[in-house]
């Protein structure tokens, strides 16, 4: 657990996380070209783009891909009796708790436990995700940016972004 800007980050170390910093940048402008060597390149030609990009604060984004060690921590925090659907057949339930398969073999290679932990997690819906990113903000899958149909079922609609909330957001 670390505290960065008063942002609680569950289950993710103080190190995993990076600083974005330009406070104010400038926002795109209108379209225009520039010519290189003779030709006429296109810099930036999307109209519905003119004033986005500029950002009024520093953030932090992870500087890795979330590894299944991290999902299964999550699971294991906000799901351990497995009433959320928050896992889509990988990890293995244990009730209560959850586990990674004893071993994995993928095209004829065996991979133990302690190495699929460390591997970037594949295959994670877009809802899963976003409790996810709440969880990392709150320690609770229905409180962050996300807002969801359903506050049980893991995979449920998500109904509301707020995309003025300063904790993580995909």
């Known amino acids: 657990w670390q505290k960065m800007d008063g942002l609680c980050c569950t289950g993710i170390p103080a190190d995993?996380?990076?600083?974005?910093?330009?406070?104010?940048?400038?926002?795109?402008?209108?379209?225009?070209?520039?010519?290189?060597?003779?030709?006429?390149?296109?810099?930036?030609?999307?109209?519905?783009?003119?004033?986005?990009?500029?950002?009024?604060?520093?953030?932090?984004?992870?500087?890795?891909?979330?590894?299944?060690?991290?999902?299964?921590?999550?699971?294991?925090?906000?799901?351990?009796?497995?009433?959320?659907?928050?896992?889509?057949?990988?990890?293995?339930?244990?009730?209560?708790?959850?586990?990674?398969?004893?071993?994995?073999?993928?095209?004829?290679?065996?991979?133990?436990?302690?190495q699929i932990g460390s591997l970037e997690i594949h295959f994670v819906s877009y809802n899963r995700s976003a409790r996810f990113a709440n969880w990392v903000a709150t320690g609770n899958v229905n409180q962050g940016a996300y807002t969801f149909a359903d506050t049980l079922n893991g995979n449920s609609n998500i109904t509301n972004i707020n995309y003025n909330y300063l904790g993580p957001k995909l």
């Open 16 to 114: 995993k996380w990076v600083v974005i910093g330009n406070p104010n940048n400038p926002a795109d402008g209108p379209a225009y070209s520039t010519t290189i060597n003779g030709g006429t390149v296109i810099v930036h030609n999307d109209a519905n783009q003119i004033g986005r990009g500029s950002v009024p604060y520093s953030f932090y984004m992870m500087e890795e891909n979330v590894t299944y060690a991290q999902y299964l921590n999550f699971l294991n925090s906000a799901d351990p009796t497995n009433i959320r659907n928050l896992n889509w057949g990988f990890f293995v339930f244990n009730n209560p708790g959850w586990s990674y398969p004893a071993n994995l073999t993928n095209c004829g290679q065996t991979i133990s436990a302690a």
